[in-house]
Nanobody, 115 residues
């Protein structure tokens, strides 16, 4: 069982930056692929970025060049640095941990991009 707790969401103006973090419980964190998903009102949840235990990353086309995912395996944390934010980035962002057939989700953190 893995518990994920997100933090760092909030309101930011277009063009601004925000960093959200996720702390995970458990002692096999390095084996999990960690990801950030988001869900906007009326839309399906979508993958934003993912990172393997070895540091390989993948990004949705809509955030490439603006968002950076990182992890600290010693601290069991994963973060998403979001720059040049746009109103269309507004969503609830969810931390995800995946290992074989197991998937775990955080409770989500709201990110709102608005002037």
């Amino acid at each position: 069982q893995v518990q994920l707790v997100e933090s760092g969401g909030g309101l930011v103006q277009p063009g601004g930056s925000l960093r959200i973090s996720c702390a995970a419980s458990g002692n096999i964190f390095i084996f999990y692929v960690m990801g950030w998903y988001r869900q906007a009102p009326g839309k399906q949840r979508e993958l934003v970025a993912a990172i393997t235990g070895g540091g390989s990353t993948d990004y949705a086309d809509s955030v490439k060049g603006r968002f950076t995912i990182s992890r600290d395996n010693a601290k069991n944390t994963v973060a998403l640095q979001m720059n040049s934010l746009k109103p269309e980035d507004t969503a609830v962002y969810y931390c995800n941990a995946a290992f074989k057939m197991y998937q775990y989700w955080g409770q989500g953190t709201q990110v709102t991009v608005s002037s």
